[in-house]
């Protein structure tokens, strides 16, 4: 292949993922606002005709959105949407075209709750299992986190807050809650994208991130559980407050 063909092979590819990438995202952003309710039957040329783009490109992304759940392919019958209760829920890209939906506070809920019982435990398994120097480095991020959320600086405090949370999963020494990072970092991310959380942290959000951190430093299982409860339910409470601010109660 010559240096001119390889380039145009590089360029046609890189164009075909950005149309992929284009129409996934307006399909499953679609599908999970309700937009393609359950039940739905689309046609490949419909779908090559809606958003020009070749039938390869719509079989790639109807192959990623049927490994989410989100669509079923039958036989004399079609691509039909799928109901919530199939969807890969788990499946971050999944999570943030929900949070990208008006069902945004109530995904914000679901993934809340199953933070609630997963990192409180995850908490006390790390003041147990943490190694010496780690505990060190949480204490440490816990302080960078409080000096980022003082300064008002929401872009490095999302940063820290994500590794924050990570780390303590992590250190709990379960490889299933150590997976549940990228739901946290995605909930995380939207609670800052979607203005779900103040410019200046709550000194009583700060606080409690500390706590945890000292907590499992000095092997305070309790302590450590409690205080990530509080943190979780002071979240929610913050989002459900500044998102009653700004939209109809109806929607919610």
């Given at each position: 292949?010559?240096?001119?063909?390889?380039?145009?092979?590089?360029?046609?590819?890189?164009?075909?993922?950005?149309?992929?990438?284009?129409?996934?995202?307006?399909l499953?952003?679609?599908?999970?606002?309700?937009?393609?309710?359950?039940?739905?039957?689309?046609?490949?040329?419909?779908?090559?005709?809606?958003?020009q783009?070749?039938?390869?490109?719509?079989?790639?992304?109807?192959?990623?959105?049927?490994?989410?759940?989100?669509?079923?392919?039958?036989?004399?019958?079609?691509?039909?949407?799928?109901p919530?209760?199939?969807?890969?829920?788990?499946?971050?890209?999944?999570?943030?075209?929900?949070?990208?939906s008006?069902?945004?506070?109530?995904?914000?809920?679901?993934?809340?709750?199953?933070?609630?019982?997963?990192e409180?435990?995850?908490?006390?398994?790390?003041?147990?299992?943490?190694g010496?120097?780690?505990?060190?480095?949480?204490?440490?991020?816990?302080?960078?986190?409080?000096?980022?959320?003082k300064?008002?600086?929401?872009?490095?405090?999302?940063?820290?807050?994500?590794?924050?949370?990570?780390?303590?999963?992590?250190?709990?020494?379960?490889?299933?809650?150590?997976?549940?990072?990228?739901?946290?970092?995605?909930?995380?991310?939207?609670?800052?994208?979607?203005?779900?959380?103040?410019?200046?942290?709550?000194?009583?959000?700060?606080?409690?991130?500390?706590?945890?951190?000292?907590?499992?430093?000095?092997?305070?299982?309790?302590?450590?559980?409690?205080?990530?409860?509080?943190?979780?339910?002071?979240?929610?409470?913050?989002?459900?407050?500044?998102?009653?601010?700004t939209?109809?109660?109806?929607?919610?």
């Amino acid at each position: 292949m010559t240096q001119s063909s390889a380039r145009a092979a590089t360029q046609h590819a890189s164009a075909e993922a950005g149309l992929h990438a284009r129409v996934l995202d307006h399909l499953g952003t679609a599908i999970c606002d309700g937009e393609l309710a359950a039940g739905a039957v689309l046609s490949i040329d419909d779908l090559v005709e809606r958003f020009q783009v070749s039938r390869s490109v719509i079989r790639e992304v109807l192959r990623v959105l049927a490994s989410m759940g989100l669509i079923e392919t039958r036989r004399r019958v079609g691509i039909m949407i799928q109901p919530p209760e199939v969807w890969s829920v788990f499946d971050p890209q999944v999570i943030r075209w929900r949070l990208a939906s008006g069902a945004r506070m109530a995904q914000m809920r679901s993934i809340t709750e199953l933070r609630t019982a997963i990192e409180p435990h995850a908490a006390w398994l790390a003041a147990e299992r943490i190694g010496d120097d780690e505990a060190s480095e949480l204490v440490g991020l816990a302080a960078k986190m409080w000096a980022a959320g003082k300064a008002g600086d929401e872009a490095r405090f999302l940063s820290l807050d994500i590794e924050f949370h990570r780390r303590v999963l992590v250190a709990s020494g379960n490889e299933m809650f150590a997976k549940l990072q990228l739901i946290v970092a995605e909930v995380l991310a939207g609670r800052h994208h979607y203005h779900l959380m103040p410019h200046h942290p709550h000194e009583r959000a700060l606080q409690l991130h500390t706590d945890v951190a000292h907590a499992i430093q000095r092997r305070d299982g309790d302590r450590a559980r409690q205080a990530m409860v509080d943190i979780m339910e002071q979240g929610f409470a913050e989002m459900n407050s500044m998102w009653g601010r700004t939209t109809d109660p109806d929607d919610r």
